[in-house]
């Protein structure tokens, strides 16, 4: 079945630093791919998309870039704040754009913490 | 544009009790979900609902877990009896019909405490 893969957190860095997240993913067909957002006592926001290959999501600072190749949609941003820390998650959804709007599935989440 | 809301935002029960959850999505939106997200994993699909149809419930324990949409738009979702291993924020999320990414928009979440 479809899967995501979310590198290991929880992910510590100093404000301004360099921020990657690793996601891959497994399905058959051309999934969409997500990144959400959940902020402490918040609920999960959309942070930006890519429905196809070589398409660049891209919100906040923040850039994701769809390669089928490698099956990855990595997460970055140049400069982190305080502010960004929250918990971010990858997702995939198969059926985006189709008839049967289906299911997100997501991986297990990366807890990221920015000091300043 | 108001946001999907749900309630209660926390409850404590003991196993072998019921318990019930609200949600109320945007307005307009065809599709809902419920998902149930454990401590330290990414959320999981209980049940997909587009208007009053279910779409997707292969994740749904039925022995215990239910769900309706009456008239397509509020929902519940029902633990009877509940579990210890239910412990878990669920979540609900609503998307338009006409969005060509299926973008979900999700409440803040209860957070159910079974002990």
């Known amino acids: 079945g479809d899967s995501v893969t979310q590198m290991e957190g929880p992910v510590t860095l100093s404000e301004e630093a360099f921020l990657t997240i690793n996601c891959t993913y497994t399905a058959t067909g051309y999934p969409s791919l997500f990144w959400y957002v959940q902020y402490p006592g918040e609920g999960l926001q959309l942070l930006l998309k890519?429905?196809?290959?070589?398409d660049k999501g891209s919100n906040k600072g923040f850039e994701a870039t769809y390669r089928k190749e490698t099956t990855s949609f990595h997460l970055e941003k140049g400069s982190v704040q305080v502010s960004d820390s929250a918990v971010y998650f990858c997702?995939?959804?198969?059926?985006?754009?189709?008839?049967?709007?289906?299911?997100?599935?997501f991986g297990q989440g990366t807890i990221l913490t920015v000091h300043p | 544009e108001a946001g999907v809301a749900q309630s209660p935002r926390y409850k404590i029960i003991e196993k072998r009790q019921s318990v019930a959850f609200w949600c109320n999505p945007i307005s307009g939106h065809a599709t809902l979900y419920w998902y149930q997200q454990i401590l330290g994993q990414g959320p999981k699909l209980l049940i997909q609902f587009q208007n009053n149809g279910v779409v997707d419930d292969s994740q749904l324990p039925k022995d215990r877990f239910s769900a309706e949409r009456l008239k397509g738009v509020d929902s519940t979702l029902k633990i009877q009896p509940a579990k210890l291993e239910d412990s878990a924020v669920y979540l609900c999320?609503?998307?338009?019909?006409?969005?060509?990414?299926?973008?979900?928009?999700f409440g803040p979440g209860t957070r159910l405490t079974v002990l």
């Open positions: 890519a429905t196809k290959a070589d």
């Open positions: 997702a995939l959804n198969k059926d985006a754009g189709g008839t049967s709007y289906g299911k997100l599935t």
């Open positions: 999320a609503s998307s338009d019909r006409d969005s060509s990414y299926n973008e979900q928009f």
